[in-house]
């Protein structure tokens, strides 16, 4: 292999065969290339080897999307440089390498402070305004942190804040891409926009990308096309990210109850009002049921940043947890006397609730909040030693149609008809909450896979939204392929055979090889 950076794939290597769905593939070569013109050259030598190449940055997706079924690993953890800054108008906007993960681009946004080496004078011009202006950050806000920047946008994830800020789409305004040809392209926002509700890709013998097959927003353009993707396109080497101000007040609020219809109620009277005053709002609104908090109970054993939080009695049937932004501190206040008011009169504990004010101690909530998944992981790895064919099954439903209380209760009851043992939790807002099983056996895994049919088929039935920001991989393949109009997966085929005409860029995902 001429490419310096390519090593076989040996033993030691054995993490980078999967990720957090549980899967494991396998692979002939890996390599950690730390800039651009490294990921170019090896890309160029796969496509003219004819070898397929699984792109991976922090390992955290539980899709399978990064887990390799043959070919090379092309993991770019290692670029993970901020490249520069630039101020335009009242703006800040700044760019990164794929490999740049969630957790330190909060924190050196947070200290105003980066490694500059490289950066020009413009960068550093804007650089300069930034540390004098008012705090700023990127509202995408996955559970997961360490979560690299280049795998949120290949998934178009957004977090338990995308209640208030939006679709991840909005704050993203260029991509750095390596297509299936080898070639490097950049694309700004707005530079190709849609006409006459189709794209025409910039590529030799491309087809028409029509936005209303693809259900992409009819005001977009081309570099919504990559967004969510999950590198069937191009492989994302940098990304330039739009900054918004930072609230200056960020308060988080926890309600708990005994009963759980107390709780669904409300979670249902929530999402009938804005909440909104002057300059505040409600960020977020998020639910866990009592089986997950039994599993963050045992986890807060082990796990040092949960003890700053006080213990959830195992009397309680779940929680809400409600963070609210915004510039004044009254504003704020007003709006959490009427929750407390609200939740009072749902019948939750006006006795034991949690309030937390400020980045740093939001930042421990935001802990509890992603002990959900970690805890549910834990359990899961203990059935897995027992069989090893047993994978990370969730879903990623939204189901905006009906009410949050009907859309769990029809969780609960089917999982209890068929004698399997889920845990919930996830976003109130469009009932997009996360139902995880969790097997102690092979069975049990089968029923929760067909039980994860069953709601993916009701749900596109019903007009809900089945894969929301987790992806599809290749754990969710079939899934895709089953509630997927054929008109549709014929066009994405095109596109794809337009973009990648080996089909060497993430062979597996979505689509079989």
Not at 82 to 105: N, T
Not at 383 to 402: G, H, V, W
Not at 437 to 461: D, S
Request: aromatic share 8%; proline share 4%.
């Amino acid at each position: 292999m001429t490419t310096e950076w390519i090593q076989p794939f040996e033993a030691r290597f054995e993490d980078y065969l999967r990720d957090e769905s549980k899967m494991s593939g396998q692979a002939a070569s890996i390599s950690f290339p730390e800039t651009k013109e490294a990921v170019v050259a090896i890309v160029r030598q796969m496509i003219g080897a004819s070898i397929p190449i699984t792109v991976q940055g922090g390992k955290t997706g539980i899709c399978g999307g990064a887990v390799p079924l043959s070919g090379h690993v092309l993991n770019l953890s290692c670029l993970n440089r901020i490249l520069g800054l630039r101020k335009i108008g009242e703006g800040y906007f700044l760019k990164v390498q794929a490999g740049v993960r969630l957790d330190e681009l909060k924190k050196q946004l947070y200290k105003r402070s980066f490694e500059t080496h490289g950066w020009d004078e413009e960068s550093l011009a804007a650089l300069a305004a930034f540390k004098q202006d008012n705090a700023y950050f990127w509202p995408p806000e996955p559970t997961e942190t360490s979560a690299t920047i280049g795998g949120i946008l290949a998934t178009n994830a957004q977090g338990i804040c995308g209640y208030l800020y939006g679709d991840t789409r909005q704050y993203v305004e260029e991509l750095g891409l390596i297509d299936g040809r080898g070639n490097e392209i950049t694309i700004p926002r707005g530079e190709y926009k849609l006409h006459a509700q189709q794209w025409i890709l910039p590529v030799e013998e491309s087809p028409a990308a029509n936005s209303d097959i693809l259900k992409l927003q009819q005001d977009g353009d081309w570099l919504d096309l990559y967004l969510g993707s999950e590198g069937m396109y191009g492989i994302i080497v940098d990304a330039t990210l739009r900054l918004i101000e930072r609230p200056q007040e960020i308060w988080g609020v926890a309600f708990f109850s005994e009963g759980q219809d107390n709780l669904f109620q409300f979670a249902e009277e929530l999402s009938r009002a804005a909440y909104k005053e002057g300059t505040a709002a409600i960020a977020a609104i998020e639910y866990i049921d009592k089986a997950t908090l039994d599993y963050i109970r045992k986890l807060k054993e082990v796990a040092t940043n949960l003890q700053a939080l006080p213990s959830v009695d195992e009397k309680y049937a779940g929680m809400i947890y409600i963070e609210l932004h915004g510039e004044q501190e009254g504003d704020i206040e007003t709006i959490a006397e009427k929750l407390m008011e609200l939740s009072g009169k749902c019948g939750c504990d006006e006795e034991f609730t949690w309030a937390l004010s400020g980045v740093e101690e939001i930042e421990k909530m935001r802990a509890f909040r992603h002990a959900a998944p970690e805890s549910i992981n834990m359990a899961l790895e203990q059935a897995r030693r027992s069989d090893p064919r047993i994978m990370k099954l969730s879903t990623d439903i939204t189901m905006p149609n009906q009410s949050f209380g009907k859309v769990l209760t029809m969780y609960q009851h089917d999982a209890r008809e068929n004698g399997a043992e889920i845990a919930i939790f996830g976003h109130v807002a469009g009932n997009h909450v996360h139902v995880n099983f969790l097997p102690k056996n092979y069975e049990e895994y089968v029923v929760g896979k067909k039980l994860i049919e069953k709601w993916t088929i009701q749900a596109a039935r019903e007009g809900g939204i089945v894969f929301s920001e987790h992806g599809v991989g290749k754990i969710k393949k079939e899934l895709f392929k089953l509630v997927t109009d054929h008109e549709v997966l014929s066009h994405i085929h095109k596109v794809k055979k337009a973009m990648d005409p080996k089909n060497v860029l993430n062979p597996g995902n979505r689509f079989d090889e």
